[in-house]
């Protein structure tokens, strides 16, 4: 495939020019589309544009006025993943916020942009210099004389506590809004927190979350619990809903299919749940032979672990932690399994299923 790069508005200097260019030859290694494509950097928007859009004609518009270059490149990124999904997957046309392919090209933007740095260190200046004197206004907001850019580019860089979908009250039919405040307040933030101060010794830091998982016998014990911990609740929050929801197919017909009825799945899931001795998690995940299955783990291991004797990617998942539950139903472990049912988030399940399923089988 060829790529046709063109500059509307603005002239690039010499090393950002350089940059993308880098950059648009890693997006070909790891995302390659079949057909030739036309990108355009712009200093001005189009119709409904943002900061990009991709066009029917193969063309990608990428808004450069007053942003960081790294800003830019997630941008890119996330444009040429709606190619990839729309020539290479197949797919249709989703909604511009939310939904399977919005979702999808926004996780692998930033694990792009993350894998690009690690393997360009020397490239850091310029993915983070200074475009239309932004850093120097976040500097300027902050009032801090010793707050300079590489500390700047350092908090960037860190691993990020995602933000909770509801209310800490909005699903009091599973979980009291005390034992969630102190959930996510407390334990998840705490993960997160020891996990980025761990980091700082580790060379070799700058990768996404989810590498660090998959990678995990390369790190020591400190990274294994805290980045277990800050991975698990991160996917735990966006598993539940306050809305109830009806499980629907793809991932119904699955799992009727893999475990005779959805009844028989549930039953086989809490009794997984209440045999786990001690803390840990009960899993739903995809095999790498696209199957279906129920593990579980210890403390804040995943099956993604490499370490893991089950591995699989993670749909469903319940913490079994008593933290997780012990303000509301004491030492009844039964009857907070059995309300986990009450908030399970069946649309972000089904596109977990649908999603890993089209990466199992472009592998």
Known sequence: MKVNITYKGYVPTKEQKSLFEKFIDFLKKSHPLKKDINIVFTKERYGKMTTGVRTKDDLIKILVKDRLNRDILKTLSHEWMHEYQRTILGRKKGPNIGGKNEDEANAVSGSDVKKFEKGNEKLEKIIYKKFQNKIDKIEERLSVESFNNKLLINEIKKVSIESLPYGYEDLTNFIDSETMKTHYTKHYKGYVDK????????????????????????????????????????????????????????????????????????????????????????????????????????????????????????????????????????????????????????????DQYTTRLDINKSK
């Open 195 to 350: 996990l980025n101060v761990e980091l700082e010794k580790v060379k070799g830091k700058d990768i996404d979350l989810e590498e660090i998982i998959t990678k995990i016998s390369k790190f020591n014990n400190k990274v294994k619990n805290n980045g277990g911990g800050a991975f698990n609740h991160a996917l735990f929050w966006k598993m539940l809903s306050p809305k109830k929801q009806t499980i629907q197919d793809p991932i119904k017909k699955e799992i009727e299919k893999n475990f005779g009825s959805f009844e028989k799945f549930k039953e086989k899931f809490e009794e997984e749940s209440k045999n786990r001795f001690g803390s840990g998690w009960v899993w739903l995940i995809l095999t790498d032979t696209n199957r279906l299955k129920i593990v579980s783990t210890s403390n804040q291991d995943n099956p993604l672990m490499n370490t893991e004797k089950e591995q699989g990617y993670p749909l469903l998942g319940l913490d079994v932690w008593e933290h997780a539950y012990y303000l509301k139903y004491k030492n009844k472990r039964d009857d907070y399994v059995k309300n986990f049912w009450k908030v399970v988030n069946w649309g972000f399940v089904n």
